[in-house]
T-cell receptor, first 115, second 114 residues
Framework: NAGVTQTPKFQVLKTGQSMTLQCAQD?????MSWYRQDPGMGLRLIHYSVGAGITDQGEVPNGYNVSRSTTEDFPLRLLSAAPSQTSVYFC??????????????FGQGTRLTVV | GDSVTQMEGPVTLSEEACLTI???????????LFWYVQYPGEGLQLLLKATKADDKGSNKGFEATYRKETTSFHLEKGSVQVSDSAVYFC?????????????FGQGTILTVHP
């Protein structure tokens, strides 16, 4: 099983450039999320989606766009890269069973450096 | 808003030592609680979870009990191995409109020496 696949694994951007981080899952999960991981701050939610065509902002959405045209894919777009966006980005998909039973599955991450 | 606080790290132990990583949370309602582990160069994996008060999650010798009265979910292992070296994250999730969203603690780096 592929699970959650993120591409690329590493990326260097110049300030002002734009790019798209790809995320795909093959588990037919309705819920997908993007997080960024920074030292000493854990993971913070950027955007999430509860199904195809439905997205919402998380804790740190500024400078990022998302769309969800299919259940499988949830790309994250950086509109104009800034050094503050240097981070490790993780995509996750989640199932929910019943009222409380849920589990998130994570991709391997994308290490992004903005110079 | 909801938040998760983990003990300050990093933690360095010798093999076969006992491990406790403290985790406390602030949240309304009845969140589900999780411990995720991140091995070097990899994504996060679910280690264990608990969905209601007094539940005990366990996996690979690790345990954590959901204590609503102290809003805690401390991770414990009786005898650590070198292969347990990783970053450990405590997290919570709530139902309703928050499905699929996790709130994480800052992470605790664990290093186990032979």
């Amino acid at each position: 099983n592929a699970g959650v696949t993120q591409t690329p694994k590493f990326q260097v951007l110049k300030t002002g450039q734009s790019m798209t981080l790809q995320c795909a899952q093959d588990m037919n999960h309705e819920y997908m999320s993007w997080y960024r991981q920074d030292p000493g701050m854990g993971l913070r939610l950027i955007h999430y989606s509860v199904g195809a065509g439905i997205t919402d902002q998380g804790e740190v959405p500024n400078g990022y766009n998302v769309s969800r045209s299919t259940t499988e894919d949830f790309p994250l777009r950086l509109l104009s890269a800034a050094p503050s966006q240097t981070s490790v980005y993780f995509c996750a998909s989640s199932y929910v069973f019943g009222r409380t039973n849920t589990e998130a599955f994570f991709g391997q991450g994308t290490r992004l450096t903005v110079v | 808003g909801d938040s998760v606080t983990q003990m300050e790290g990093p933690v360095t132990l010798s093999e076969e030592a006992c491990l406790t990583i403290n985790c406390t949370y602030t949240a309304t309602g009845y969140p589900s609680l999780f411990w995720y582990v991140q091995y070097p160069g990899e994504g996060l994996q679910l280690l264990l979870k608990a969905t209601k008060a007094d539940d005990k999650g366990s996996n690979k010798g690790f345990e954590a009990t959901y204590r609503k009265e102290t809003t805690s979910f401390h991770l414990e292992k009786g005898s650590v191995q070198v292969s347990d070296s990783a970053v450990y994250f405590c997290a919570l999730s709530k139902g309703g409109t928050s499905y699929g969203k996790l709130t994480f603690g800052q992470g605790t780096i664990l290093t186990v020496h032979p």
